[in-house]
């Protein structure tokens, strides 16, 4: 997954959780494309009326489009690239503060991994 340039991305919908408040706040987040590269970016996560929204300002070609948030450690980000997807990024909480995981679309595969910013 070759790193796209900067620009604004649109805030996304996502599903509500019963766990939403511990997992808000603004993430480095970084997605690794096996034998591609890797992609940083940062990622908001925010509770807009009981549903959790992300973002992804300055993310260009990627943007993460929906969250689920699944008992207290489980957390499955869906992604998109170049309008492409969905890309599911399945993964799980460590701590408070970081989360991340594995992804695999599209003949391509790599992890991510996503820690909250102080």
Do not use: C, H
């Amino acid at each position: 997954m070759p790193a796209p340039a900067p620009a604004a991305a649109p805030a996304a919908a996502a599903s509500s959780a019963p766990a939403a408040g511990s997992i808000e706040g603004t993430y480095q987040t970084t997605i690794v494309a096996d034998g591609q590269g890797e992609f940083s970016f940062s990622l908001v996560i925010a509770n807009q009326g009981g549903a959790l929204k992300t973002s992804v300002p300055e993310g260009g070609d990627l943007n993460i489009v929906e969250i689920e948030v699944k008992d207290p450690d489980v957390v499955n980000l869906t992604a998109t690239y170049q309008g492409q997807g969905p890309i599911p990024l399945t993964g799980k909480r460590v701590g408070a503060d970081e989360m991340g995981g594995k992804w695999e679309a599209g003949g391509f595969s790599g992890t991510w991994k996503a820690v909250r910013k102080k």
